[in-house]
C-alpha cells in the first residue's frame, strides 16, 4: 500500500509540475499573442485622414429585441457621423421589437438617417442572424445606398459618441478592410461577476487579438457585436453568401477577408457595451452551449483534448493546491500554488477591466470547470441530433453546414406582424411592398 501511495503521490507532483510549467511558458512566451491590452481604445475622433467623408451604412439585425431596442438604437442614430445611415431589420420578431424601435427613435432628428425594414423569409442553408443581414443588405442596395464601409451591429450594442467616426479612421489610417470591438459585456450578477470575465478570456486564448492584427498569421478573429467592413472586401470575398451557414459567423467573416488579403483588426474596448441581460447560469449556458462543439469543428478526439487541456491547466492547480495543503506534501502544495498564481496573474487584466477585486482572478477554475461543462453539454446535444436553438430558430446537427429551421415564421405572418407593429398598420398595408414615410424615417414593410 505505501509504495502505491508513493506512485500516487509521485504522479500527483508530476501532473501538478506540468501544469506550473505549462502556465510558466504561457505567461512567458505567449501572453504577448493572446493577452490583448484591456485599456486599448480606438483614437478619438478628430484629424480624420480623409479629404471625402467615407460613407457608411450600419445594418443591426434585431430579432425580439423589444427589451433592448430603446436602450441601443439611439446611441447609433445619434452618431456625430454626418455620411451614417442606419437600417434596422425586424428578424420577424412577436415581441413588438418594430413597435420599440419606432418609440426609440421618435422625436430624435434621423430624418433620412434611419429605416426599418422586415427581414425577408429566412432561405435554406442560412442562418437567422446572417439571412437578416442579408435581408437589411439588399434593402440599401434597392435603396440607393452605395456604402464604403458597413457597419454590421448587433441589437443590444450601445455605441459611444463618436464610435463609428473611430472606426472609420481606424481602418482608413491603418489600411484596414475590418475592425471590430469586442463589446464590453453587461456583468450585474454574481454568475455574470464568475462568468462574463473569463468568457472574454478564453475568447483571447481562442483567437489571440495579436495573431489575429498579424497580416502574416491566418488566425482571425472579429466580434459579431461591432463589424466595420469595406465594401470593396465585402464584395471580394462572394458577399455573406460565402458564410451563410457558419455559426461562429463573425470570426468566420474576418478568416475570409484575411484570406482574400485584406487587413483586419480586433480589439477590446468600453466603446462599445451589450446591455443584454444574462445574470443566472442558465442564460450563459445556453449561450455558450449553442456554439462551442461548433468551435471544435465537431471533432470528438478535439473535444477529449479540449477536455483534458482545460483540467490540465485549470482545474489541476487548485486541487494540488489544497490536496498538498491539507496532505503535508510540500512539494505538491508548491507547484500547484505556482500555476495558479500565474493563472490569476494572466487573468488579472480582464478581471480589472471588469472592475473586479484582484482575488476575483483565482475564481477562474470555476469558471473554467463550468465552460468545459458546456462544451461537453453541447457535443452531447449534437450526438443525439438536438442542433442549437436561438430566439425560436433550431440549427440542426448533422454537417459543419447547420440549416435554419424557421417554420414559426412564414411570409404572410410576418407581412402582417410588420403592419401591426408599423405606426399605422393600415398605411402599411396600404404601401407593402414599397415606402412610407412617417416624417423622421422610412418604415419599410415588405420589398421583394
Known amino acids: 500500500m505505501k509504495g502505491a501511495a508513493g506512485v500516487l503521490c509521485g504522479a500527483s507532483i508530476g501532473v501538478s509540475a506540468l501544469s506550473a510549467a505549462a502556465w510558466a511558458a504561457l505567461v512567458l512566451f505567449r501572453s504577448e499573442s493572446w493577452q490583448a491590452r484591456t485599456d486599448e481604445y480606438l483614437a478619438a475622433p478628430g484629424g480624420e485622414p480623409w479629404d471625402v467623408v467615407p460613407r457608411v451604412h450600419a445594418i443591426v439585425p434585431a430579432r425580439n429585441e423589444g427589451e433592448v431596442i430603446a436602450q441601443t438604437l439611439p446611441s447609433l442614430v445619434m452618431q456625430s457621423y454626418d455620411a451614417l445611415r442606419v437600417t434596422l431589420v ?107 470575465p473569463a468568457f472574454v478570456f ?131 502544495a508548491a507547484t500547484g500554488l505556482s500555476a495558479w498564481l500565474s493563472m490569476g496573474g494572466a487573468y488579472l487584466p480582464v478581471v480589472r477591466a471588469y472592475d473586479r477585486p484582484a482575488a476575483a482572478a483565482f475564481a477562474l477554475p470555476l469558471a473554467a470547470a463550468l465552460f468545459t461543462g458546456m462544451t461537453v453539454a453541447s457535443a452531447w446535444d449534437y450526438a443525439r441530433k438536438r442542433g442549437a436553438s436561438w430566439k425560436g430558430r433550431t440549427y440542426r446537427a448533422g454537417g459543419s453546414a447547420e440549416e435554419a429551421s424557421d417554420a414559426a415564421f412564414d411570409g404572410a405572418q410576418g407581412a402582417e406582424r410588420a403592419e401591426a407593429h408599423s405606426p399605422s398598420g393600415a398605411r402599411a398595408a396600404q404601401h407593402r411592398n414599397g415606402k412610407c414615410r412617417s416624417g423622421q424615417f422610412t418604415i419599410i414593410v415588405d420589398r421583394t
Open 202 to 332: 478564453f475568447f483571447q486564448k481562442l483567437y489571440p487579438f495579436g495573431w489575429s492584427n498579424d497580416p502574416l498569421r491566418q488566425t482571425a478573429a472579429a466580434a459579431g457585436g461591432c463589424v466595420l467592413i469595406s465594401a470593396a472586401a465585402l464584395e471580394r470575398i462572394g458577399g455573406l453568401a460565402a458564410i451563410r451557414d457558419r455559426l461562429i459567423d463573425d470570426c468566420a467573416l474576418a478568416a475570409e477577408v484575411k484570406r482574400n488579403g485584406g487587413g483586419t483588426w480586433i480589439g477590446l474596448s468600453k466603446r462599445v457595451r451589450s446591455v443584454r441581460r444574462y445574470e443566472t447560469l442558465e442564460a450563459t449556458w445556453s449561450m455558450v452551449k449553442r456554439t462551442a462543439f461548433t468551435q471544435l469543428d465537431h471533432s470528438y478526439p478535439r473535444l477529449a483534448a479540449a477536455v483534458a487541456g482545460m483540467a490540465l491547466l485549470y482545474v489541476v492547480p487548485p486541487l494540488a493546491t489544497a490536496a498538498g495543503a491539507l496532505g503535508g506534501n510540500g512539494w505538491l
Open 90 to 196: 425586424d428578424d420577424r420578431s412577436d415581441d413588438g421589437t418594430a413597435e420599440a424601435a419606432y418609440e426609440a427613435v421618435r422625436g430624435l432628428p434621423v430624418a433620412g438617417r434611419f429605416e426599418l425594414v422586415l427581414a425577408e423569409p429566412l432561405r435554406a442553408g442560412w442562418t437567422g442572424k446572417l439571412g437578416a443581414l442579408e435581408s437589411g443588405i439588399r434593402s440599401a442596395i434597392a435603396g440607393g445606398a452605395v456604402p464604403d464601409f458597413w457597419l454590421l451591429t448587433d441589437a443590444d450594442i450601445r455605441h459611444a459618441p463618436g464610435n463609428v467616426a473611430a472606426l472609420v479612421k481606424k481602418a482608413r489610417s491603418e489600411d484596414l478592410e475590418l475592425v471590430s470591438l469586442m463589446a464590453h459585456l453587461r456583468c450585474a450578477s454574481r454568475w455574470d461577476a464568475l462568468l462574463i
